[in-house]
């Protein structure tokens, strides 16, 4: 029985997770931090900082603010807890930091925590393998709500990456064609993205060639994909050595 604290429990993302954990069998939410502990009642503690928390726990999965990473990380390192680490928009010195702590404490980092993105990760990368060097272009679309702030998405750069990675990291990126009339260059790999409505996320990976087209698609219909791969990597983190882990690791 995995025994784990949530870190901002009291957000949307850790109501979630609580929902998550509360009817799998194989863990158990020991308790929560939340910087305001009576806004939801609870069915297990909060404390208002991990460092006043007195429960014994296993893993801390955490879905909170950047702000709030600096006190986690301390924490964390305070009671050797594992980290699984969902909080986005760190600074370079939090990622340092994150990076850092890894070595005393194991801490796990992805860009999407869905087990179906992470797998496809795995899928575009063979893909890539196979079909770049048979002339194919690459292009990825994604898309999400209208109220989405950056663009294009951390996921979406995440696929590129993972193709760019197994092609020796010879492609560069493309956002926008809109400034110049010209072709299009075999070394590049292009990035849309869409925003409108309510799209939760969506991400299209094009592999283009002579007469035929490859496709591999991910649709997400609720943010609980996002808290269930978490839920996941901290059942995988608890039995882990320190080092700095991520999603590939949990799906093997």
Do not use: W
Request: include cysteine; glycine fraction near 8%.
């Amino acid at each position: 029985m995995t025994r784990i604290i949530m870190h901002g429990c009291n957000g949307h993302m850790g109501q979630v997770i609580s929902d998550i954990i509360a009817q799998d069998s194989d863990c158990i939410m020991a308790a929560g931090i939340d910087i305001n502990p009576d806004a939801v009642s609870n069915p297990y503690p909060v404390f208002t900082s991990l460092k006043d928390c007195d429960v014994e726990a296993d893993v801390v999965i955490d879905f909170s603010t950047a702000k709030a990473v600096d006190g986690l990380l301390e924490g964390c390192l305070a009671k050797k807890l594992p980290l699984v680490l969902c909080t986005t928009g760190l600074s370079p010195e939090q990622l340092a930091k994150t990076e850092a702590a890894s070595r005393e404490i194991p801490v796990l980092r992805s860009a999407n925590m869905s087990l179906g993105v992470n797998t496809i990760m795995k899928l575009v990368a063979a893909a890539a393998t196979v079909l770049a060097g048979a002339g194919f272009d690459m292009e990825i679309v994604e898309k999400h709500h209208n109220k989405k702030l950056d663009a294009p998405s951390g996921t979406a750069l995440a696929l590129a990456d993972a193709m760019n990675e197994v092609l020796n990291n010879e492609y560069t990126y493309k956002y926008d064609r809109s400034q110049e009339r010209a072709k299009r260059s075999d070394k590049e790999i292009g990035i849309s993205a869409v925003r409108g409505g309510t799209i939760v996320g969506e991400h299209e990976v094009f592999f283009c060639g002579q007469d035929e087209v490859v496709e591999i698609k991910h649709t997400a219909y609720s943010k609980a994909i996002f808290g269930k791969g978490a839920v996941q990597a901290a059942k995988y983190l608890a039995a882990q050595k320190p080092g700095y882990y991520n999603m590939s690791h949990v799906i093997g």
